[in-house]
């Protein structure tokens, strides 16, 4: 589909050979840049080639990236057939999981180098996205399915939460585990898995949450509202897919208009991000001046937060509008991420010495949950499927009660 070389030339080992070379440098600069941002010159400087020595291989942009995303899946669904051969969704989770973080672990040894992030992908054309997404659907099928088959709608419905979750953790995970050194990742393993085996919730911990003030707020005409809806744009087609002009179009705008309230693309995407930082210390705050044990007010802030994001009508932007922003605010917003993740540590950290929280490793355990509370956003049209509590309910299980606790199929 994506290469242009003649059949005789694509089997020979000097040929795969410099082509995985080609993915493995396009993917950096995907990660870095996005997919649109990519160029065919930065790729060819990176393996010490030509623009036209990669045209030989990939004979458009588009081509190339949509290789690297589809070897990106290839990645994933190998992963997962190997966790499939173990007996149990418990064992099969744990494979994964292990998988993943040897993974990272040959990255970070410079073993090996990082696939495409996949937060392009919607922002791919034609039979590219088609092929990329029916390739997506079946990576999401395979996870669904690590917990077994599925008898009823809610079983189906829980194992969907659960598959999204562990997905989304996996990618979340490279960007908070640099802080770490590489002989700690088995740690961090352990603990990693503690929460998706048992979660936050010590034994017949009830499930009660309240939702804060925050989530009767409605976003106010102007500024506030121009924001919302650049969010979901971004939310929905990533940084590079939602252009100024789409975004001028959602707002019934014109382009000149855009620019009246923003100097620039990068300047949205940086606003977008300080309301959604906003939205979630002002849930923590609330929850905090509420009183109440510290599960009370987790369970509040996340119900809350979920809330927001499922109803779409103030969602928080994804993670995946950081691929595409200058190096150094990129860096920013994640410092921004970490320090309300720490907060949630706090909360966690408080309520496991009253006991309220059952003991686990505040610092992974809060970044699992940033993971959740940022990627809720995709399972907007899932939770749209069923009464919001019920949705609330079965997404927060996968981390407050466990991977494999089944007392939410019937909330």
Known sequence: MASTADDSDQGTARFQAKREAILAAAAEVINEQSAKGMTFADVARRVGLNTTSVTYYFKRKEDLAT????????????????????????????????????????????????????????????????????????????TRDLWGANPGRAQKDLAGARAHVLLE???????????????????????????????????????SPELL???????????????????????????????????????????????????????????????????????????????????????????TLLDMQFSERMPLLRTTALHGLPNTVRLAMVDESNRIARRFAGTISDGIAEGSIRAVD??????????????????????????RRRAIAMYASTILFGMFDDRMLDA
């Open 67 to 142: 290789a690297c995303f589809s070897h990106t899946l290839d990645y994933l669904q190998s992963m997962l057939e190997s966790a499939h051969e173990e007996a149990t969704p418990q064992a099969r989770v744990a494979k994964l999981v292990r998988l993943n973080m040897a993974r990272l672990t040959r990255i970070e040894s410079g073993e090996e180098r990082d696939f495409a992030i996949l937060s392009d992908l919607r922002a791919t054309d034609g039979e590219a996205k088609k092929f990329l997404l029916s390739k997506w659907r079946e990576t999401f099928r395979m």
């Open 169 to 207: 953790n996996l990618f979340w995970t490279p960007i908070w585990l640099r802080r770490y050194a590489a002989e700690q990742y088995g740690r961090v393993e352990e603990r990693f898995m503690d929460v998706f085996q048992t979660g936050l919730a010590p034994r017949d911990a009830p499930w």
């Open 213 to 303: 003030e925050i989530a009767y707020w409605e976003p106010q005409p102007g500024r506030e509202s121009f924001l919302l809806a650049a969010t979901r744009l971004i939310n929905e087609l990533g940084y590079r897919g939602a252009s100024v002009q789409r975004i001028a179009s959602e707002l019934k705008v014109t382009k000149g208009s855009f620019y009246h309230h923003l100097d620039a693309k990068d300047d949205l995407v940086i606003q977008c991000y300080h309301r959604s930082f906003e939205a979630i210390t002002t849930a923590q705050r609330e929850a905090d001046s509420a009183g109440g044990d510290h599960w009370h007010r987790l369970t509040g802030t996340i119900a």
């Open 362 to 387: 505040p610092l992974v355990a809060s970044q699992m949950l940033m993971s959740i509370l940022n990627a809720a956003f995709d399972m907007h049209k899932w939770a749209a499927t069923m009464p």
